[in-house]
């Protein structure tokens, strides 16, 4: 497609990574340079209702149906502006690996740094085609800006084809995704989709209506500093009552150990001292009754230190993030995921449906009243210093998103 690449590239040199220690909204103000480019590219190629949110950082769009344009509701596409915290994308050095081999990917000879076939066999099916990687200091950011080219890419050729029927389309890019916090202060107004598709997932095909349930939770714990001289009997040591919270928690309970529709809790943050500590997991499970027994175990397990150091000693604080949006696309939105498989199909796409192992701004979505399944990105190996995005794949989703629009 048309420029495909060159936006994808342009996007991911902008630095958009969210924050999760911030409070703020957006958590970074970086990510308002993205949300104006696209904003200023949307009114260059003839979207209209351009609106760019310079509050919350949300930019909406757009394209009105032809004269030939059968369907009367609006359909909608979204993608997420921000970047993972895990990784830095600060100064991304994206280059083209032409006609990969299937083997072994040196990414920065200094290091060295190498994305290793052993270590991600599933680069093997990309044998021949062309990927985009980084220099191995930064991750790459196809988590979404994969997503934002395609989308955009779609727009622009659309607008420029007036001749294609299609119905009307919606068009929104959010912030903070990433932290949870994506459609936090969306205007649903403004974005004006019937229904929607994210489009936020991973390989060409990758189908999503199922995500996980999913919480957030932050134990602080209050320790009790004295010299380690005199400490016998005397010391509660923060930081060692947070490894023994840890512990608590199963190995087979991890991201690193489950698959599938397995749940897991996960540590995400960590620190401390001999007086104070604190830890951050996320609690993950598709199914909404474990769900919320695993959050009733962590309240156990922080009442379970209180009772062996002393009320008090340790506090517990949950916030739910989103919930399994299967429930409101299997109660009369499945036309969705069928319209999808089918578009899929017409084009070659071999349809991959599964459960997303984390969540998009579409879960939260569809309990907003805006049913909302994910589509693939064509990128891999996400918030990490070997993310990828494969071109012909990226090529063909734009295809999928077209042929979507234009049912």
Do not use: W
């Amino acid at each position: 497609m048309d420029n495909l690449v060159e936006r994808f590239l342009r996007y991911v040199a902008v630095d958009t990574q969210s924050s999760e220690e911030s409070t703020s909204s957006p958590t970074t103000a970086k990510q308002h340079n993205l949300a104006k480019l696209l904003a200023e590219e949307l009114r260059a190629m003839g979207a209209s209702d351009v609106s760019y949110d310079a509050e919350y950082c949300y930019v909406y769009a757009k394209i009105p149906a032809t004269d030939g344009g059968k369907q009367t509701k609006t359909i909608g596409f979204l993608a997420h502006m921000d970047t993972s915290p895990e990784v830095s994308d600060e100064g991304v050095r994206a280059r083209i690996v032409k006609n990969y081999d299937g083997g072994d990917i040196v990414l920065n000879e200094d290091g060295p740094i190498v994305l290793r076939l052993a270590d991600f066999p599933e680069m093997a099916a990309y044998a021949g085609k062309s990927l985009i990687v980084t220099d191995g200091t930064t991750l790459l950011g196809a988590d979404d800006k994969a997503g934002v080219a395609e989308i955009m890419t779609m727009a622009a050729h659309l607008l420029a084809h007036p001749e294609i029927s299609h119905g009307p389309i919606a068009i929104a890019f959010t912030p903070d995704e990433e932290v949870g916090a994506g459609v936090d202060n969306i205007d649903l107004d403004a974005f004006g989709a019937d229904y929607a598709y994210t489009v936020d997932g991973g390989v060409l095909g990758e189908l999503e209506y199922e995500c996980f349930n999913a919480a957030q939770a932050t134990i602080a714990i209050r320790g009790r500093s004295v010299h380690p001289g005199t400490a016998k009997d005397r010391m509660i040591n923060a930081s060692r009552v947070v490894m023994e919270l840890d512990d608590m928690i199963g190995a087979d309970e991890r991201p690193e150990t489950t698959e599938k529709y397995e749940g897991f809790y996960h540590l995400t943050r960590m620190e401390g001292e001999t007086d104070r500590a604190s830890v951050t997991y996320i609690i993950r499970d598709h199914d909404r009754a474990l769900f919320e027994e695993k959050k009733e175990r962590m309240a156990g397990m922080v009442a379970e230190i209180n009772r062996r150091y002393g009320e008090g000693t340790a506090t517990l604080t949950v916030k739910d993030q989103y919930y399994n949006m299967k429930e409101i696309i299997e109660d009369g939105n499945y036309f969705l995921v069928e319209n999808a498989i089918n578009a899929m199909e017409k084009l070659g796409i071999t349809p991959i449906v599964q459960p997303i192992r984390g969540g998009t701004d579409g879960a939260r979505l569809s309990f907003m009243g805006v049913p909302c399944p994910n589509l693939c990105t064509g990128g891999g190996n996400f918030h990490s210093r070997f993310e990828f995005a494969c071109i012909e794949s990226m090529e063909k989703i734009t295809e999928l998103l077209l042929a979507l629009a234009t049912q």
